[in-house]
């Protein structure tokens, strides 16, 4: 259940949003909205990658990582610099378990500066939290 605490605490930090139970998910929708979802997908994807501890499944995930959003043109390309991407393609053939870590660190930081304050600002956020204020502790996600 999304409660009315955990919504609140997602304005005192991005790092509360991004690691709450229901936080990802709704920021995620938030982010459809301003057409920049590929970032906290990328970053989820990210958090999963790291937790691979098979070799082989490693490099699937790496390859589909790359073509997802590293590669030039690709369908959900994040904004990550040249040099950035430039270590990925390098250690594309032998991913390791941190081979994104430098293109997850810069997506991190555009959505903790950039989408981040104006998703607290949003009417999407408020009224998600007006909405649990106004019905006490009911829920909304389930």
Known sequence: RLSLEEVLQWSQSFEKLITSKYGPM????YLKTEHS?????FWLA???YKKITSQRKRMSMARKLFTSYIQPHAPNEINI???ARKVIIR???EPTQSCFDEAQRIIYTHMERDSYPRFLE???YQEL???LQTNGSNSIVN
Do not use: G, L, R, V
């Open 81 to 83: 610099d040249s040099p």
């Open 91 to 93: 250690n594309i053939e």
């Open 37 to 41: 979802d590929e970032n906290i997908e």
């Open 26 to 29: 709704i920021y995620k929708s």
């Open 46 to 48: 990210c958090e999963a």
């Open 129 to 131: 939290k007006h909405s």
């Open 122 to 124: 949003s009417k999407f």
